[in-house]
Nanobody
Framework: QVQLVESGGGLVQAGGSLRLSCAAS????????MGWFRQVPGKERQFVAA????????YYADSVKGRFTISRDNAKNTVYLQMNSLKPEDTAVYYC?????????????????????WGQGTQVTVSS
């Protein structure tokens, strides 16, 4: 059973930084890409960033490109999201996710439809 546990959320002023972590268990972590998504009340969950199984490829939403960095440590079964230059519009619940497939994505690794496993979410609040 795949389990994902996020940590690192909190309250930060605009311009500040936070680092989210997601610890994974239940299958071979290093075989799968990982993703981060976020959601605000009343809106759909949105893609933020994704990383390939090796860490060699990364993908970002345009809204966070240049400010956020996704990384992973396969020895620790953990994926990270470093968030810098935070803006009030980054306020959301952030979710770590793992796709059902290790390759051959039907919709693309940035698509929510590829992901079957989700963490419980961690709140990030950016004050102006």
């Amino acid at each position: 059973q795949v389990q994902l546990v996020e940590s690192g959320g909190g309250l930060v002023q605009a311009g500040g930084s936070l680092r989210l972590s997601c610890a994974a268990s239940g299958r071979t972590f290093s075989s799968y890409a990982m993703g981060w998504f976020r959601q605000v009340p009343g809106k759909e969950r949105q893609f933020v960033a994704a990383i390939s199984w090796s860490g060699g490829s990364t993908y970002y939403a345009d809204s966070v490109k240049g400010r956020f960095t996704i990384s992973r440590d396969n020895a620790k079964n953990t994926v990270y999201l470093q968030m810098n230059s935070l803006k009030p519009e980054d306020t959301a619940v952030y979710y770590c996710a793992s796709p059902r497939r290790s390759y051959g994505y039907k919709y693309g690794i940035t698509s929510l439809s590829e992901y079957d496993y989700w963490g419980q979410g961690t709140q990030v609040t950016v004050s102006s």
